[in-house]
């Protein structure tokens, strides 16, 4: 059998890693700053995760939710105190376009309406409700195409309070910091709206932190910048550190009641030792304060870089546009060892992990100096 045809990947073969250092079948050493596309939060193979996973395979690997699970409870009450979002309610599931996939579920189930409102540019996954609200109808199938969904201009209040005012919305969904989208990130004062107009037409507030969340821009999820709270939030990536795993904070206002949401594998034994230690490991290694410590000091340090036409972005969620972009990135990755995104053909998109030293963020800017004094001239 060969494989589904669907991904443009490098013909890399990576078998190892370590922290922020990963490292391919023919013993090619490379600097990760793309985490495997934002969910490395914790370092590759940390001891800490390396640990609790295996002590849980020792344990009980896996039972279904037909039974109590004490982890999911552990897990649960750890995410709500280092969230800040300790009176919400957790349902765990395996992927973040599964979280979205609930989340509009149960906005819709609470509000008995089924029009979402999502933003330009948006990307929330690709299963059918999730595809429904990205914004790139070249991945949309006729299957898929039927929900009811609107797009508004991000920052637009007028029209989002226009499109709110018919009172037919269940959800309005935004992401804290639009990633495919090259990293642009709502205003404050757009997202203090968007809480306020949802409240008003009730309609319900979800923030999709699936990339923007777990500690990534120095705050847990990206939205708390503008101080507000949503009434969902949506995560993933970052959760599990590679192990899948998501998750659905949900208002205590919106109840559940058997049946209304499952999934088999979802907050299983392994998983929940997995989201477990990488809250632990979060904390124990101030994570979060040092995605913020070393986002500020790569910002700084490449904003006068003539090459770079803008950058922006918070903690270690960092766009660079540039206009040799592709050629860059290709550079990094053959020249210099170094893993990076991108979205779009303009934008190099930075994601690596949470635990990424100082050290390590200046081997990432002495080669895009190098690289991008050369490309210039
Ligand atoms: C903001 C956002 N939402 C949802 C998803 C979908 O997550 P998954 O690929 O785990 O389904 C992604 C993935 O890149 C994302 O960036």
Same mark, same amino acid.
């Given at each position: 059998?060969k494989?589904f ?7 890399i073969?990576?078998?190892?890693g370590?922290?922020?250092?990963i490292? $391919? ?23 800490h ?19 109590k699970?004490?982890?999911?409870e ?13 009176d ?5 599931c ?10 509009l579920?149960?906005?819709?189930f ?12 948006s990307?929330h996954?690709?299963?059918s ?8 109808s070249k991945?949309?199938?006729?299957f ?13 209040t007028?029209?989002?309070e ?13 992401e ?7 990293v ?8 203090k709206s ?10 319900l ?5 699936i ?11 990206a939205h708390?910048?503008? $101080? ?8 993933a990536?970052g ?12 208002h205590?206002k ?6 209304l949401?499952?999934?088999t594998?979802?907050g299983?034994h /392994? ?12 904390e124990e290694?101030?994570?979060i304060?040092?995605?913020e ?18 950058i ?9 546009d ?28 930075? /994601? ?8 390590e ?11 991008t ?5």
């Amino acid at each position: 059998m060969k494989l589904f045809d669907v991904y443009n990947c490098y013909n890399i073969n990576l078998v190892n890693g370590k922290g922020s250092k990963i490292s $391919d079948d023919k013993g090619n050493k490379y600097l990760d700053f793309y985490g495997g596309h934002g969910v490395i939060s914790i370092g590759h193979s940390h001891p800490h995760y390396i640990f609790r996973i295996e002590h849980q395979l020792h344990c009980l690997g896996f039972y279904s939710n037909a039974v109590k699970n004490d982890m999911q409870e552990k897990l649960a009450c750890k995410l709500g105190k280092i969230s800040g979002y300790d009176d919400y309610n957790l349902f765990l599931c395996n992927s973040g376009a599964e979280a979205n996939e609930n989340a509009l579920k149960v906005a819709s189930f609470h509000t008995g309406k089924s029009k979402v409102i999502a933003l330009k540019g948006s990307f929330h996954g690709r299963s059918s409700g999730a595809l429904a609200i990205t914004d790139n109808s070249k991945l949309s199938s006729e299957f898929n195409a039927k929900h009811e969904v609107v797009f508004v201009d991000m920052n637009d209040t007028t029209a989002l309070e226009k499109e709110l005012s018919n009172q037919d919305v269940a959800a309005v969904i935004i992401e804290g910091i639009q990633g495919v989208n090259g990293v642009v990130e709502p205003s404050v004062e757009f997202l203090k709206s968007a809480k306020s107009l949802c409240e008003k037409n009730n309609a319900l507030l979800i923030l999709d932190e699936i990339q923007s969340g777990y500690g990534r821009t120095g705050k847990f999820f990206a939205h708390q910048h503008a $101080d507000i709270k949503a009434d969902i939030i949506t995560t993933a990536k970052g959760m599990g550190n590679g192990f899948p795993l998501a998750g659905v904070l949900i208002h205590p206002k919106l109840e559940g009641k058997a049946g209304l949401l499952g999934t088999t594998f979802g907050g299983n034994h /392994l998983a929940c030792a997995a989201g477990i230690a990488v809250l632990e490991t979060i904390e124990e290694e101030q994570l979060i304060a040092n995605a913020e410590k070393i986002g500020a000091y790569l910002i700084s340090k490449l904003e006068d870089n003539k090459a770079i036409n803008t950058i922006r972005g918070k903690g270690l969620m960092i766009g660079i546009d540039l206009e040799n972009m592709t050629v860059i990135r290709k550079q990094l990755l053959e020249d210099h060892g170094i893993f990076t995104g991108s979205s779009g053909n303009k934008t190099l998109r930075l /994601l690596p992990p949470l635990s990424i030293t100082k050290k390590e963020a200046d081997q990432f800017i002495e080669a895009f100096q190098k690289i991008t004094q050369i490309v210039e001239v």
